[in-house]
C-alpha cells in the first residue's frame, strides 16, 4: 500500500498554533491605545505590560521546554495553547492596572515553551531530510500571523471593541486545543491514521522520548558547543528581527518622514518577507541534504548564507536615498535573516535527541533574552547618534559574527546522556 500522509496534518496544526501565537500576541499592541485611555495609564505604565509578557516567557522557557520532553507534546500543548488562550480572554475583562500586570505575566508563563515543544512534535513525526522545510512551514505561520495580526486585529476592535477582540482571539486559540487534543498523538504508530508505510518513512533519525524517570543530561545539555554556539546566533539574529517588531515604524516616520498609515503598511512586508524566508529555507536545505547526501551541509549552507545576505540588506539600508529603497533593503535583511530558522530548530531538536525539546528551549531561552535587551539598546544607539544608522551597523556585525558560526556548527545527532 502506498503511504498515507498523516503527518501532514500534524504539520497543519503546528502552523496553525504559531499564527495563533501572533494573533494573541500583537492584538495587545494594537489595542493599547485605546486601553491607555479606558484604564488611564501612561506610555511608561503600559509599556511594564509588554515587559511583564517577556519576563515571564523568558523565566519559564527552559522548564516548559522540559515538561514537553516529559510530558509529551499533545499534553503539553494542550496546557500551553489552553493556557494562553484563557489569559488573552481574561485581557480583555482586566479592569485595574495590577490585574492587567498579573494577567500579562501569566499570559506569558503559559506561552512559554510553545515552539520548543511544536519543534519536537515535528521532530518525531517527520524524517530527518524533511524537518527543515516542515520547521520552516512553522515559522512562516508565525511571521505571517505576525504580518496580518494588525490589521484583522482593527478590524476586530472595530467591529466588537477591544475587549471583545481579546475575547474573540482566545476562543480562536481554545477550539485549536479542542482539535489537537482529539487528533494528535505523540507516538505516530499508535495513531489509526498513519500506515505502515508512513510509518516506515517517519521513523528514519527519530529519536525516541526520553524513558520514564530518566534524568535530564544538563551539564552535557547547556555546555554542548552546537547547542552554545546556536544559542548565540540566535540571541544575535534577534537584535535584528526585534527592530523589524518594535522600532521599524518609528524609523520610516522620523527618517523619512512617512505617514501613520504608510509605515504601517511598510512594516508588514519585512515579516512577509520573513515568511517567504522560512518556507524557502527548509526547501533549500532539504534539497542540498538530498543532492549531497549531507545534512550538515545542508544546513550549514543555508545558516550561514542567511545571514551573509541579511547583513548585506541592513548596510544597504544605512545608504538607502528614499523610504522605498530603505524598505526593499530591509525586506532582503528579514527574508534573509528568517532562511535560517528552519534549520536552527531543526538542528535544536536533532543535536538534543531524546531532549530536543529541552534542547530547543535552552536555544530559545537566547532570543528570549535578546526580546528584552534589542529594543532598549537600538533606542540608546538611535538616540546617542541621532539616526537608527548604528542599529543597523550593529546588526549586520552580528550577523556576520554567526554566519561565521554557522561554517563550523554540526547540526547532526548526537546521543547528550
Not at 37 to 62: D, P
Not at 288 to 301: A, C, K, Q, V
Not at 305 to 322: E, H, R
Not at 342 to 363: E, H, K, M, N
Request: aromatic residues 14%.
Amino acid at each position: 500500500m502506498p503511504p498515507t500522509r498523516a503527518r501532514y496534518s500534524v504539520l497543519a496544526l503546528v502552523f496553525f498554533a504559531a499564527v495563533i501565537t501572533y494573533l494573541d500576541r500583537v492584538c495587545i499592541s494594537v489595542a493599547a491605545p485605546a486601553m491607555q485611555r479606558e484604564l488611564g495609564l501612561t506610555q511608561f505604565q503600559f509599556s511594564w505590560v509588554f515587559t511583564a509578557f517577556y519576563l515571564a516567557y523568558t523565566i519559564f522557557e527552559m522548564p516548559a521546554a522540559w515538561l514537553s520532553d516529559r510530558w509529551g507534546q499533545r499534553t503539553t500543548m494542550i496546557r500551553i495553547v489552553g493556557c494562553w488562550s484563557v489569559f488573552t480572554i481574561l485581557t480583555g475583562v482586566a479592569r485595574t492596572y495590577p490585574t492587567l500586570l498579573i494577567t500579562r505575566f501569566v499570559f506569558g508563563a503559559g506561552e512559554a515553551g510553545a515552539f520548543p515543544t511544536l519543534s519536537r512534535a515535528i521532530s518525531r513525526w517527520f524524517p530527518v531530510d524533511a524537518r527543515s522545510r516542515a520547521n520552516g512551514l512553522m515559522w512562516a505561520g508565525a511571521r505571517f500571523g505576525g504580518a496580518v495580526s494588525p490589521a484583522l486585529a482593527v478590524a476586530v476592535m472595530a467591529w466588537m471593541g477591544w475587549r471583545g477582540a481579546f475575547a474573540l482571539f482566545g476562543a480562536v486559540g481554545l477550539i485549536w486545543v479542542a482539535i489537537w487534543a482529539w487528533w494528535y498523538r505523540d507516538d505516530p504508530a499508535a495513531h489509526p491514521a498513519v500506515n505502515p508505510a508512513e510509518l516506515a518513512e517517519i521513523e528514519q533519525g527519530v529519536a525516541p522520548p526520553p524513558k520514564r524517570g530518566e534524568p535530564v543530561p544538563w551539564r552535557r545539555l547547556l555546555l554542548d558547543r552546537d547547542l552554545l554556539m546556536l544559542c548565540s546566533t540566535y540571541f544575535a539574529s534577534g537584535f535584528g528581527f526585534q527592530f523589524f517588531v518594535t522600532w521599524l515604524p518609528t524609523y520610516l516616520t522620523k527618517e523619512y518622514g512617512q505617514s501613520l498609515t504608510r509605515s504601517g503598511l511598510y512594516s508588514s512586508l519585512p515579516l512577509l518577507a520573513g515568511a517567504t524566508g522560512c518556507l524557502a529555507g527548509g526547501m533549500l536545505a532539504d534539497y542540498i541534504t538530498r543532492r549531497t547526501g549531507s545534512l550538515m551541509w545542508g544546513r550549514r549552507s543555508v545558516g550561514a548564507g542567511g545571514f551573509l545576505l541579511g547583513a548585506a540588506g541592513f548596510v544597504a539600508a544605512i545608504n538607502a536615498g528614499s523610504a522605498e529603497t530603505a524598505i526593499a533593503s530591509l525586506v532582503l535583511a528579514s527574508g534573509a535573516h528568517d532562511m535560517i530558522l528552519p534549520v536552527l530548530w531543526a538542528s535544536c531538536t536533532d543535536i538534543g535527541g531524546r531532549f530536543g525539546g529541552t534542547a530547543s528551549g535552552w536555544v530559545n531561552l537566547a532570543s528570549s533574552l535578546s526580546g528584552m535587551t534589542a529594543p532598549l539598546a537600538s533606542a540608546w544607539l538611535a538616540d546617542a547618534f541621532g539616526s537608527f544608522a548604528p542599529v543597523f551597523y550593529v546588526a549586520a556585525a552580528l550577523y556576520l559574527l554567526s554566519g561565521a558560526l554557522w561554517l563550523i556548527i554540526d547540526p547532526r545527532r548526537r546521543e547528550i546522556s
